[in-house]
């Protein structure tokens, strides 16, 4: 979901490795451990919660989380809570990163100090403020000034408790005078309208002929601010919860007598002084934050043409694809965009199967075929990762979701044996384990991905005719992928595969590493494996499989996913959970407002059907076959003030439901959309309001059955089941080629010089593969003039926007940190300029 600007796309994600805290303080109390997790928010809004960690000051949690941000933010937070015996949680510290700082620790390991958290530093929102300086001449011939202060509305405050019933205290303060008012309480609304507006008399009555228009006296305007603070109406005995202040001094009225803009609101400003750093312990994590902006289509079409017809180019090595991955400092950086690009477009098979078969002709020896991170390797991991999602999870996860929960005892190591645990036992735990994922992969063929076993074709093939002695390397040159890379991965790491929601514990973890060995040696068909292992108890346990019976199975496994003409699997097809977790619904149908109709509900999302029940592994309440689903669109948070709601439109009604935050919000609506993309069906008019005491709140039409008044958001993509953006793809590769541009200039004096040297290779242009100088100068030369035109309509925008943009409208308003540093970076550039 992008944020839509003038003639551009903005796409926000982030990518966060929470590592590990540290030094916690202890628990007030005998045993002085404590049982925490952390989570992920965008400003105060939870979008991501580790597993707890049981007894520990220094908690180990080693969990990824990547999503994509379908909004605007001004911090990324992490807090630590610790819950207690009663299952009740208390904040110990938090971690929060402005976002303007993200860069300073990008994608690099960075240890932060857990600050304190209370009611008082915790803000976010923002106010709409108007004020107006007048004079009033009394009938005695005096003058005095008032200040009309209007409060209009707020957008995105809190909400404390599950509710949020603001108010606004307005309040003129100097050193000598504190003069306050109240605006009403606005009852379940985040976004509240005031429309209020409140006098105060700002000088003494003076002298007309003493004083001329609006020119008081200095002390009175520097002395004086309107100060605005924001509250939540509150039903406890503890009182009102504080939201947010602003303060606004009266000398911003100096220039004119109005005075009117959006404000952040601030921590309030009490003078108290913080506690010591480090007295909370520390945290661990790594972030990678990106911002892509994408122009329209035709912009990118010079640059992406020129990618995609690399599969046709020879040799390969002097493609626009090819050159990206020599250029690109790590090789995962340019496979990523290009195969996302190359899937979108239906072309990932001829590329992959032109640069591997540049790189098997590379290969002098056959046990050492794909073996290196080369663009072929990382390519093809990152189309596996893409295309064989579902695969993994309808192969592996029924017996990986068993082995978390059973936590049968399979420790093989001698030395690593717990008191009361029999070797021979935990070798029989464990290899019944390998046996049944093993068989589980082994018949799984019919179900691999059409596009993974077109490049396994591709790579069985040149590798056969590279080395025509070897008669194993056809299947070694599959497996090395589908085994090495694919399952042993997934197996090892089920998190990262979204195999398990989050990072196993040890005993688990321990487990899923034991397997993962054997399975990717009994899938490897290397010549004598018992040798491959390290350890001389995974030898010992090695012996005990039946070297042949395993060869053979895996050799039609590896006949089957790289053959050429597969048949038809569609009719076999078993229903793939896609996802699933609790939300709140409204009951269907309902007429009247109440909180009575929304309930939460487990719901499941197949490839077949969407249904929902009480709880997990209940049976259905109800379900929407997927070919039912006509549209799946937000819906205004008017309708039933509520954030983060949805809906999915039936033939006869709409399903409205309540995710946990924008971010779970955005996943269920993407993977509805996607699943039900081909229903011929489909809506192309919704109605983003809901149908209530007999009128839809959007339109005001009074027929329940009345045609949408809004197009749909959900357009056909190109690619419908990975849903890639081609244009935010080509933006990606710009960018990486606009980073490594020193680089792609010294690859074109290198083409230049191997075109008129003769001796041997120079030194300094060892690291380029340069088969062909003259086509390899030729496709720089158009790389680097398409990089240029792109490099210039940002620049463009940039100047444009800086022209265009008011500090303190709503999109930027005052206490904008990052846009005061763009403010700051495009004068500095303008002055350069001039």
């Known amino acids: 979901m992008a944020v ?14 929470i590592g590990e805290a540290k030094n916690l303080p202890t628990y007030p109390g005998p ?65 929060a990163i402005q976002k303007e700082d993200l860069q300073k620790y ?89 429309d209020e507006v409140f006098y105060f008399e700002v000088t003494r009555p003076c002298s007309y002929s003493k004083k001329s ?74 972030v990678v934050y990106t911002e892509d902006h994408v122009f329209s289509s035709d912009y990118y079409s010079p640059l992406r043409d020129l990618l995609l017809k690399s599969a046709d180019v020879e040799p390969v090595s002097a493609s626009a694809a090819h050159i990206l991955g020599e250029v690109c400092r790590e090789k995962h950086e340019a496979a990523i965009p290009l195969v996302r690009l190359f899937l979108h477009y239906g072309k990932i098979v001829p590329f992959i199967s032109a640069i591997a078969n540049a790189e098997v002709k590379r290969t002098q020896d056959p046990n050492t075929i794909f073996r290196g991170n080369s663009l072929t390797s990382k390519c093809i991991d990152e189309t596996m990762k893409l295309a064989g999602m579902h695969y993994l999870q309808v192969t592996l996860k029924p017996i990986i979701e068993e082995i978390c929960q059973v936590h049968k005892p399979c420790e093989i190591d001698p030395v690593k044996l717990k008191d009361g645990e029999n070797l021979e036992n935990n070798m029989e735990n464990l290899r019944q384990y390998v046996d049944r994922i093993f068989n589980v992969i082994t018949k799984s063929g019919v179900s691999c991905p059409t596009v993974m076993c077109d490049i396994f074709f591709s790579l069985r093939e040149s590798a056969a ?29 089920p998190n990262l595969f979204q195999l398990t929601p989050h990072h196993t514990d040890p005993q688990t973890s321990r487990t899923l590493t034991l397997i993962s060995k054997t399975i990717q040696t009994l899938g490897s068909l290397s010549k004598s494996k018992s040798a491959s292992f390290k350890e001389s108890y995974m030898a010992t346990f090695y012996d005990f499989f039946n070297e ?81 689903i006509l549209a799946v669109e937000k819906l205004e948070e008017e309708s039933f003030k509520m954030k983060n709601m949805f809906q999915v439109i039936q033939p006869e009604r709409a399903l409205y439901i309540q995710a946990n935050n924008c971010v779970e919000a955005k996943d269920w609506i993407d993977i509805l959309t996607k699943v039900s993309q081909c229903n011929k069906k489909r809506l192309t008019v919704y109605h983003p309001s809901a149908y209530l005491n007999g009128h839809w709140l ?107 943009t008011k500090y303190g409208s709503q999109e930027h308003p005052i206490g904008d940190k990052s846009f005061q540093s763009y403010i700051r970076q495009q004068s500095e550039i303008s002055a350069h300029s001039i």
């Open 4 to 17: 839509e600007e003038e003639g551009l796309r903005v796409f926000q994600s982030v990518k966060i490795k």
């Open 698 to 804: 959007c339109c005001k039409a009074t027929c329940d059955t009345t045609p949408g008044c809004t197009p749909c958001t959900g357009g056909l993509p190109a690619n419908i089941q990975l849903d890639i953006d081609g244009d935010r793809e080509t933006e990606r590769i710009y960018s990486l080629f606009n980073l490594y541009m020193n680089k792609l200039e010294k690859m074109q004096e290198a083409c230049g010089s191997k075109s008129v040297y003769d001796g041997p290779e120079q030194e300094e242009y060892s690291t380029f593969i340069i088969d062909d100088p003259q086509e390899t100068y030729k496709t720089l030369k158009q790389i680097i003039a398409g990089v240029g035109a792109l490099e210039q309509e940002h620049a463009q925008y940039k100047r444009d926007k800086f022209k265009k």
């Open 548 to 628: 042949q019976k395993y060869a053979d199975a895996v050799k039609n496994f590896l006949d089957l996913i790289s053959s050429s003409g597969r048949r038809d699997h569609k009719s076999i097809e078993q229903p793939i959970l896609l996802k699933e977790g609790f939300m709140i619904k409204r009951a269907q149908g309902r007429k009247r407002f109440g909180m009575k109709n929304f309930k939460k509900r487990w719901f499941r999302l197949t490839n077949h059907e969407f249904t929902y029940q009480k709880s997990k592994g209940d049976q259905p309440l109800y379900s929407i076959p997927i070919e039912n």
């Open 465 to 493: 005719k590279r080395f025509q002695g070897d008669l194993d390397v056809r299947y070694t040159a599959v497996s090395s992928f589908i085994f090495l890379r694919f399952f042993a991965p997934a197996i090892l790491s």
């Open 106 to 194: 990008h994608n690099r390991d960075t240890w932060f100090q857990l600050q304190h958290v209370d009611a008082d530093s915790e803000v976010q929102g923002k106010v709409h403020l108007e004020m107006r300086l007048s004079e009033v001449i009394t009938d005695t011939g005096v003058i005095c000034h008032k200040l009309a202060t209007r409060v209009l509305e707020c957008q995105g405050l809190p909400i404390v408790n599950g509710q949020c019933d603001p108010y606004a205290t307005v309040t003129l303060a100097g050193p000598y005078r504190s003069e306050a008012k109240k605006t009403k309480v606005k009852k379940k609304t985040n976004n509240p309208h005031f």
């Open 213 to 286: 228009h609006f020119d008081f006296e200095e002390e009175d305007v520097d002395k004086l601010e309107i100060r605005v603070d924001l509250w939540n109406a509150s039903n406890l005995k503890f009182g009102d919860e504080f939201l947010g202040e602003l303060r606004i001094p009266l000398k911003v009225l100096r220039q004119s007598s109005s005075y009117e803009a959006w404000y952040f609101l601030q921590p309030r400003d009490n003078g108290s002084k913080s506690l010591k750093p480090g007295d909370l312990g520390s945290l661990r994590l790594n």
């Open 31 to 95: 045993n002085k451990m404590r049982d925490c997790y952390c989570t992920v928010n965008l400003d105060q809004e939870e979008v991501f919660r580790t597993k707890i960690v049981e007894k520990s000051l220094c908690p180990f949690y080693g969990e990824d989380f990547y999503c994509e941000i379908p909004r605007s933010f001004r911090h990324l937070s992490f807090y630590i809570f610790d819950r207690d015996v009663f299952r009740r949680d208390s904040i110990i510290g938090k971690v």
